[in-house]
């Protein structure tokens, strides 16, 4: 019965992006809405573009492995860079009126640093949908019964998010993402409410977590243990905010306050309802503590779809996979659209294919989406990395390279192309090189990406002031 039900779900998401195409006439309509979305949409798109496969599953896993403390960079980080987004760069980055954020660094910089940070945001983005792309094969594979391999399930998933995708774009994932919400949240407070019961209750489970130290956040230590954990927290709260997916719901609101408060509100509803999948883990470990503590040790991401596999009713079933579901397409279909418009837009209409025009461009970015989704299969397929870490390495790279010249470029009038072009370099350098010849210092690489990438955006800016002073007072004497 279960995997009928999921199949009629899967029909359904096609649909609405059959009747979501309908609104797509030209690549504005593809990307961005046309710029008409109202405020619940866009605080249903925001949050459920976030709500994926790693906070069902690889955050509820680590937490129960961590505690709070592990999960530092999602929910947390996470969350403060919706709110971040939204009251900061929301209002400023509306107002250009633009399609992608590649359109950005062209705008305040130059053609050079549009194309690296498009690459550079592009290929933060495969981490990102090979996770969820991990994700759906794993849930078809438990809905099925093993029926249904995980490679298998990874390609009939990718299949069904490319298919409403690819004709409704944007309009599509907005609609899809209303309804997904919606099943979300009650899906999940719903299974709550039953486990909790199992478990012994709100109260125990909580205490008991208490007890076993899981609640607590902060670190005990000296810089040993501090540094680390605010690296992990800057990657998703920073990293996150030079992204594309971010970009297009801020900027598809129909005005600039609802930019604002859909994105702020998407992340203040993330936070609330993350906490919900690490409670149900965690209860598990309670309801029967042998089996998934055994779990936790071998295979951590199948806590939650064997709890509910083996002690809720079909129809919490049916709720749980129906959110899970929702939740992974969702940020499927919303980090597939975001590198292929990027691409099309950044890379081949400036750079290889000038004269292209709307319609060109619109069948351009629809043949890029299938592209890009088969070399995110391929990832997904290859890759030994869990869903959190897959998610959590995905933003390094736009934290150590694009936030700098993005937050200086809006707040900072002297930032150049030459202190944009310095701080890409000295940022992704040096967090490459830390990777290379020091990943087991107590500094995360892409903490000291961060720090040089502002160190040359302040360097490369100010150079050439320094030089004017220095032959204005050579000509003097």
Known sequence: MLIWFVILYLLFSVGIGLYASR?????????????HLPLPVVTATVFATWFGAETVLGISA????????????DPFGASMCLIIAGMFFAPLLYRMNLLTIGDYYRARYNRAVELIMTVCIMISYLGWVSAQVVALGLVFNVVSGDAISNEAGMILGISVVLAYTIFGGMWSVALLDFVQMTVIMAALLLIAALISGDA????????????????????SGGMEVWIPFIGAALTMMLGSIPQQDVFQRMTSAKTEKIAVRGTVLGGVLYFGFAFIPMFLAYSATLIDPKFFSDLVESDSQMVLPSLIMNHTPLIAQVMFFGALLSAIMSTASATLLAPSAMFTENILKHFALRNMSDRQMLRTMRIILVTFGCIVLWFALNSESSIFHMVEDAYKITLVGAFVPLAFGLYWKRASNQGALLSIALGVGSWLSMEIIG???YWPPQ??????SIAGMLIGSMLPNVMRVHHASHSKT
Request: proline share 4%; charged share 15%.
């Open 439 to 441: 990943p087991e210092t």
């Open 62 to 73: 680590t937490f129960v492995q961590k505690g709070l403390g592990g999960v530092v960079a």
């Open 23 to 35: 609104r797509v006439h030209n690549s504005r309509d593809f990307v961005v809405a046309g710029r």
């Open 200 to 219: 012994g209750g709100v109260d125990h489970v909580v205490g008991h977590a208490q007890a076993a130290g899981k609640l607590q956040l902060l670190p």
């Open 447 to 452: 903490l000291v990406g961060l720090l040089f």
